[in-house]
């Protein structure tokens, strides 16, 4: 009796402590997932279709710092567990009843867990939340006209340019010797990582970074950094296995400088250079700029990446591109700018505008709606190069990537008769080089896949698909060219055909690279409705 006593006890015990925690997500655990995966439940479209998540596959989560000297962060932590056991005498029968009751517990502790994750997914979609979520990014603008104001040449787009040429350098560097090349860029523990035996025999090749979100902006005594979450996936070749995998990554990269360092001109933040010289980074591990001779010590002229942290990282191949998810935030509440109309009127007046009702038609016509209909027919012709002069290099490379995909599996994804319904206006960001303006799209249209033979192998070719998006566009400060004078099937630098354009936007013609909104409009970001936090 006693002892069922003592069973009966050790399972009640064992269902309190389980109750406030999901044992689904165990900490300090990093789950394998397979080399195989599919992206299902992916949506079509560029820019939404073919995310870098995928709800429908198994996912290896982990995380890792690396970190060189002390910045003044304390973003993030790190937590660590233990456990006992109970040590009592208990026949075979009886561990088995117990092991009987827990497995009871566990399921139905599961499925409650499944229920409340509906919940709560129905929740993060809820007014309140993305409330919440537009009062941090609120938050994180002011800080951000804080920075600017100790720095008038920051500027959020050529920052996240920046940011994009190191993610690539990184990875393409990482293992090799050629990491000391960028020495200034990178602290001493984020060497130190890149250089682990396990990276020097794996080669890296066709990163595609899909997103770049400024997510924190931090200011101390002597330092400032940023913290940005970056979403992108890149092909491994594992020499010693001879395995190739496609790896989609979620990370966070915290950059950090020194206070009253002023960002470089846009020519040096487009690419990794030297910050003094402006040459091609070629560093000793002294710092010494091979060209100037100059030691540019970390985070003195130029932003360094001082730690990173892994949070999703799964493996996965190409597959059931045809799948669909449905629209999430389609009825969503627009979000919009809290000041915008004072920044409409700073517009109007920097510009000498006659009236922003006036700019807001022709941007309207022909901007948004140009570029909406053509970016979507290259898309189902799978002619992303007639593109190249509207995008800018990332929007360009991760949908390229998608395109590619499709090409591979001998699919077409169809986007057909789509209707325009409204232009919402929600945000005009302006800096010291570059001007943005983000709206609102309403538009549906028939969107399927096909195959080879024409099939039609995911949604259906006779049911509208109604969905908004959030389009981004850049140009740079001080363009005076009337948004009635684009010209769709022109160089927007010299006016020539597009036929000479290079897959890295230079014209053949006048040698100008038009993807940086130098000479006219160009679509920087595409962000899904449910997504969008300002």
């Known amino acids: 009796m006693k002892r069922w006593l003592l069973i009966t006890l050790v399972s009640l015990v064992f269902l309190t402590l389980l109750a406030p925690i999901n044992i689904i997500s165990l900490p300090n655990v990093n789950r394998i997932s397979l080399p195989v995966l599919g992206i299902s439940n992916a949506e079509a479209r560029p820019g939404g279709g073919s995310s870098f998540r995928s709800s429908g596959s198994r996912r290896s989560s982990s995380s890792s710092r690396s970190s060189g000297r002390s910045s003044g962060f304390s973003w993030g932590s790190n937590s660590s567990s233990s456990g006992g056991y109970i040590d009592t005498d208990l026949d075979v029968t009886e561990l088995l009843v117990i092991i009987f009751i827990i497995l009871i517990i566990i399921i139905i502790h599961y499925y409650s867990q499944q229920r409340d994750e509906k919940r709560s997914q129905r929740v993060v979609s809820s007014k309140a939340t993305r409330e919440n979520l537009s009062k941090k990014q609120v938050s994180i603008d002011k800080r951000l006209d804080a920075l600017r104001q100790r720095d008038l040449g920051f500027s959020r787009v050529l920052f996240l340019d920046f940011v994009h040429s190191l993610y690539h350098k990184y990875y393409s560097y990482r293992g090799t010797s050629d990491m000391q090349l960028l020495t200034p860029y990178f602290s001493k523990g984020i060497l130190s990582e890149a250089n682990q035996p396990q990276y020097k025999n794996q080669q890296v090749s066709e990163i595609v970074v899909g997103s770049l979100n400024i997510i924190d902006v931090g200011e101390w005594t002597e330092n400032e950094g940023i913290k940005v979450e970056i979403e992108a996936n890149y092909t491994i070749n594992y020499v010693d296995k001879k395995q190739i995998y496609r790896h989609l990554v979620k990370e966070t990269w915290f950059l950090v400088r020194r206070k009253g360092v002023q960002s470089s001109p846009p020519e040096k933040m487009r690419s990794i250079t030297c910050p003094q010289c402006g040459a091609p980074a070629h560093f000793n591990e002294?710092?010494?700029?091979?060209?100037?001779?100059?030691?540019?010590?970390?985070?003195?002229?130029?932003?360094?990446?001082?730690?990173?942290?892994?949070?999703?990282?799964?493996?996965?191949?190409?597959?059931?591109?045809?799948?669909?998810?449905?629209?999430?935030?389609?009825?969503?509440a627009t979000i919009r700018q809290a000041d915008l109309a004072e920044q409409q009127n700073a517009f109007v007046h920097a510009r000498n505008l006659s009236s922003w009702d006036d700019y807001?038609?022709?941007?309207?016509?022909?901007?948004?709606?140009?570029?909406?209909?053509?970016?979507?027919?290259?898309?189902?012709?799978?002619?992303?190069?007639?593109?190249?002069?509207?995008?800018?290099?990332?929007?360009y490379e991760t949908n390229d990537f998608w395109i590619q995909q499709y090409k591979a599996q001998g699919l077409v994804n169809r986007l057909e008769k789509i209707t325009i319904q409204k232009v919402i206006l929600v945000k005009?960001?302006?800096?010291?080089?570059?001007?943005?303006?983000?709206?609102?799209?309403?538009?549906?249209?028939?969107?399927?896949?096909?195959?080879?033979?024409?099939?039609?192998?995911?949604?259906?070719?006779?049911?509208?698909?109604?969905?908004?998006?959030?389009?981004?566009?850049?140009?740079?400060?001080?363009?005076?060219?009337?948004?009635?004078?684009?010209?769709?099937?022109?160089?927007?630098?010299?006016?020539?055909?597009?036929?000479?354009?290079?897959m890295a936007a230079e014209c053949g013609y006048c040698g100008s690279k038009v993807s940086t909104g130098d000479f006219s409009w160009v679509l920087s970001l595409i962000t899904q409705d449910e997504v969008y936090q300002n």
């Open 360 to 395: 807001w038609r022709d941007f309207q016509t022909n901007i948004v709606k140009t570029f909406f209909l053509a970016i979507y027919a290259a898309w189902t012709a799978q002619n992303w190069k007639e593109t190249r002069h509207l995008l800018s290099d990332r929007l």
């Open 286 to 332: 002294g710092g010494q700029c091979e060209y100037c001779e100059t030691v540019i010590h970390r985070g003195t002229m130029q932003w360094m990446l001082d730690r990173r942290m892994i949070l999703e990282n799964e493996q996965f191949k190409a597959a059931l591109l045809g799948t669909y998810a449905e629209e999430e935030g389609t009825e969503l």
């Open 428 to 502: 005009i960001e302006c800096d010291y080089y570059y001007e943005a303006i983000t709206v609102r799209i309403y538009a549906s249209c028939y969107d399927y896949v096909t195959d080879k033979k024409g099939s039609v192998i995911g949604r259906s070719k006779n049911t509208q698909r109604k969905f908004t998006e959030y389009w981004t566009f850049i140009r740079r400060a001080g363009i005076v060219k009337p948004e009635g004078e684009f010209d769709l099937h022109s160089c927007p630098s010299c006016g020539a055909p597009l036929d000479k354009m290079s």
